[in-house]
Nanobody, 127 residues
Framework: VQLQASGGGLVQPGGSLRLSCAAS????????IGWFRQAPGKVREAVSC????????FYTDSVKGRFTISRDKDKNTAYLQMDNLQPEDSAIYYC?????????????????????WGQGTQVTVSS
């Protein structure tokens, strides 16, 4: 069971990146997926989640309208499209899974436990 995040890099403010979270050893479609980030000196925070049962999406306030979470069942991969990136978005981004059906934003932002944390991918937003 493994999740591998990729797609990070250096981008200028206002730019875009798409992160990928490739799952191996299990079917991503039967788990809710979360994207998290951790900046230097800060605690890890949830960014976005996608609930497995109905595809409901949840976002932390700071990324609403800029980030979009999605999933490709055929590729067994989840994505985080990040637009209009800002320096405060700089962090290591991780993906993880949970067997819980997420029904509200609070489930995503700390209310439910996630596991199978993959190796993160660095996102740096700087001019």
């Amino acid at each position: 069971v493994q999740l591998q995040a990729s797609g990070g890099g250096l981008v200028q403010p206002g730019g875009s990146l798409r992160l990928s979270c490739a799952a191996s050893g299990f079917q991503l479609a039967i788990y809710s997926i979360g994207w998290f980030r951790q900046a230097p000196g800060k605690v890890r925070e949830a960014v976005s989640c996608l609930s497995y049962r109905d595809g409901r999406k949840f976002y932390t306030d700071s990324v609403k309208g800029r980030f979009t979470i999605s999933r490709d069942k055929d590729k067994n991969t989840a994505y985080l499209q990040m637009d209009n990136l800002q320096p405060e978005d700089s962090a290591i981004y991780y993906c993880a899974r949970t067997g819980y059906y997420l029904t509200r934003t609070s489930d995503c932002l700390g209310g439910r436990p996630f596991d199978s944390w993959g190796q993160g991918t660095q996102v740096t937003v700087s001019s």
